[in-house]
C-alpha cells in the first residue's frame, strides 16, 4: 500500500511539473503573438496559479545543423553592402565568393544578394560564375 502512494505521489508530483512547463510555454506563445500584433502586455495572470518556470535546457545539436561565424560589424550601422565593397576595395584582381563569405562571415545567400545589388547599382561585374571584380 505505501508503495503505491509513493507512485501516485511521484506521478502527482511530475504531473504538475508537467503542467507548469505547459503553463509556461502557452505564456511565450501569447507573448508571441502579443508581440506580432503590436502589442506590448503582458498576458493576464491573476486567476494562474503562482508557478516557477525552470529555465530552458539548450537543444541539442542535430546532425545537419551548421555552426554559424559571427558576423564581423565595422562601424556600427555600416551596410552589409558596405562591407562587401570595401572588400572590393582591398583587392587586387577578382574575388571569388568563397573569399567573401570567409572574410564577412556571411551566409552564401546573403552574399548572392548584395552582389546582385551591387552589380545592379554599377559597382561590380562578374567575371566568371562566383568570381566578381569591381568595375
Known sequence: MKELETFFKTVGEGLRTLAQGVNAIADKL???????NGQKSKPDTKDMPDREVKAETPKAKKAGDSVKKPTPRGKKG???????SEIFDRAKGPVDIAILVEKTGFEKKKLHNILYRLKRQGKVRSVSKGVYSKV
Open 78 to 84: 555600416t551596410a552589409a553592402s558596405d562591407i562587401v
Open 30 to 36: 501569447d507573448g508571441l503573438s502579443d508581440a506580432r
